[in-house]
């Protein structure tokens, strides 16, 4: 994402009409169910968030985070913050970059909808997939560190750590496709879409076959949803975990691996970029690395893999255009997604074009 979408999404403002809360509520049960909570309690809202709103909470002694469902009329299963509090305390358990969690509320009379609070993590977050801030002697190092926080991701063993339950296991791409199809047809307000309607048709018809396999994936790993060191090319959190789920993880690293195609002004890509010039490692070595963190020789339906999550993407932005249409939609720079919704089709034609 260029310089103007950081500006758009980094930092705070004070909390938006739509989105305002009784605070006092939130304080008394920040108070009862919070370890060490003291206030006084100021709240602002971030910027970023397209889906679930979220909050700085700033106490004398430290901040916290809140994550809560937007008010309003909401699609069924979405903005299910339960499910991220709950594979953030259990990613936690193990020592993987995640904020720790304080508290889930699911009482909706407390601020409106349920939430959840966790820790505030100090560090940077890179709204620019070409990390401009790092010498480029320093990039190679920048990558690798997402490169093996996300391997590390998927080798864990879900169920040992509890999340057996956590999604549906196999048939990912069958289910995964149904769902953002159905999603995108449901959301009639959005309107319809020639390339859509072709996706919607070619991509169950090209799953690879035999090609099934499950693990805890996060679902939009992308190098502004993580917090690196102050200073250090390492990753102190992963961030923004509602789409995450039981799933293929080649699917999930592909979505990662996107970055390389995408244009920088949709969100976080490096499409267009000279990466040997800038110190990036090429696309082919990425995925390499990628495959030898996880014990793969090969990757060889990698291009289908793009070409469901250039689709998959769309159906989220043409979810966002709903929201903006029925004027729900969580972050203000909204509309800004909902108007890249036609390039993202494209971009998703492309290359299932490309897998022919």
């Known amino acids: 994402m260029s310089a103007v979408g950081q500006e758009a999404n980094a930092g705070t403002t004070p909390v938006r009409e739509a989105y305002r809360f009784d605070q006092a509520a939130l304080a008394r049960w920040l108070q009862a169910n919070v370890a060490d909570y003291e206030g006084p309690l100021t709240v602002e809202q971030f910027k970023g968030g397209q889906s679930n709103p979220t909050y700085k909470l700033v106490t004398p002694a430290r901040s916290y985070v809140m994550r809560r469902k937007p008010p309003g009329e909401l699609v069924k299963g979405a903005h299910a913050v339960e499910r991220e509090a709950r594979v953030l305390s259990a990613l936690s358990a193990t020592g993987f970059p995640v904020a720790q969690v304080h508290g889930l509320c699911t009482d909706a009379d407390v601020i409106g909808t349920w939430f959840f609070v966790m820790e505030m993590v100090e560090g940077r977050i890179f709204w620019d997939a070409r990390f401009p801030q790092v010498a480029q002697a320093q990039r190679p190092r920048y990558f690798d560190a997402m490169n093996e926080t996300l391997a590390q991701l998927h080798r864990l063993d879900h169920e040992a750590i509890g999340l057996a339950d956590y999604g549906k296991p196999g048939n990912y791409f069958e289910r995964q496709i149904a769902r953002w199809s159905r999603q995108y047809l449901d959301d009639t307000d959005a309107g319809r879409d020639a390339g859509m309607d072709r996706l919607i048709e ?155």
């Open 202 to 356: 070619w991509l169950p018809a090209n799953i690879p076959p035999g090609d099934d396999e499950t693990r805890l994936i996060h679902g939009d790993f992308r190098c502004d949803n993580m917090i690196f060191h102050p200073t250090e090319p390492r990753v102190l959190a992963v961030l923004d975990w509602e789409l995450s789920t039981l799933g293929h993880p080649l699917a999930d690293f592909a979505y990662h691996a996107m970055m390389y195609r995408m244009p920088p002004d949709i969100v976080a890509g490096l499409g267009g970029t000279d990466v040997e010039a800038l110190g990036i490692p090429s696309e082919r070595d990425y995925v390499a690395a990628y495959c030898a963190r996880t014990g793969r020789a090969a990757m060889p339906a990698y291009d289908f893999y793009l070409a469901f999550n250039f689709f998959r993407m769309a159906a989220i932005f043409h979810g966002i255009k709903g929201r903006v249409i029925r004027g729900t939609a969580a972050s203000k720079h909204a509309q800004e997604r909902a108007r890249c919704f036609p390039r993202l089709v494209a971009l998703a034609c492309g290359q299932m074009d490309a897998c022919r």
